[in-house]
């Protein structure tokens, strides 16, 4: 938890939002602009994969300074690697962290 605390806090630009919640706490809610997401330690058979848009002003601007705080690149994945303009009308880049979950930063192509 205090790893996936710091890579989102130091790197990504959240912040913890529930006034409780501290870096040894097995669930932690983090905020960012208009959009929260929770992290969890806890494992259950109940879990499965999903996707998190995280929609932006400029995707161009933090992806710089996301890979300025040392964001490491995922090599074989061009959106990992910095924005894209993609056929649906948004440009992306994706971030993995640490533990293998997938944000996507996207804004609306004009």
Request: proline content about 5%; aromatic content about 12%; overall charge negative.
């Amino acid at each position: 938890m205090r790893a996936a605390i710091q890579f989102y806090t130091e790197v990504l630009d959240f912040r913890m939002t529930w006034p409780d919640d501290t870096t040894d706490s097995p669930v932690v809610d983090l905020g960012h602009e208009n959009m929260e997401l929770q992290i969890t330690t806890y494992e259950s058979d109940g879990l499965f994969g999903s996707v998190v848009y995280v929609y932006v002003q400029d995707v161009d601007v933090l992806f710089a300074k996301f890979v300025s705080r040392g964001l490491k690149v995922k090599t074989g994945s061009p959106v990992h690697q910095g924005p894209v303009d993609q056929t649906w009308g948004r440009r992306e880049f994706y971030v993995t962290d640490p533990d293998g979950n997938t944000l996507r930063y996207c804004q609306n192509i004009a």
